[in-house]
């Protein structure tokens, strides 16, 4: 039912805190949509109110924010010689420290099983249920074919796409 309302998701993550008219304008939706979402997100403990905003007239707002622990990210950041790898909370927190890891791209021919075994690591030494692991942001060097999601200059794996390799868990997605 969360992913029906991932553009309120997205619209919190981005601004840690927003009020129904917020997100309303944040998504193009409207208002009853949005308050419809908040209170279904509130129901599944993603979301909750975390205050009232002043007003120079009529009611005031109430604002709501994701709740850190309900879902992780993980952020890989690539280059030639270097990888980088944090879990970050539904509110853009790092979860512990920044994971370095020497993955030399090039002509390295095992570099993407270097780099999923460097990202099973960083989840399980987190101590963290698998489940809770949402998506997998990845950048990288290189030219992108954004449409088949390879690198064509450094990080190569013929006729399959690096979204899709490795995604165990049945709610993570794998984000380019």
Known sequence: MFLKHIDL?????????????????????????????????MKLDIVKEVGIRASSGGRKPATYSLIADTGFIISVAMNQFLTRIVIVNMNNEFVGEVQEFELKLGDNKDAIHSLIACIKAVVVNSGLAQDKFLAIGITMPGFIDAFLGNNLSFLKVPDRNIGNLHCQTRRTTCIY
């Open 9 to 41: 998701i997205k619209g919190l993550y981005y601004s840690k805190t927003a009020s129904l008219n917020d997100l309303s304008i944040y998504t193009g939706r409207s208002i009853p949509y949005v308050t419809k979402g908040i209170a279904d997100l």
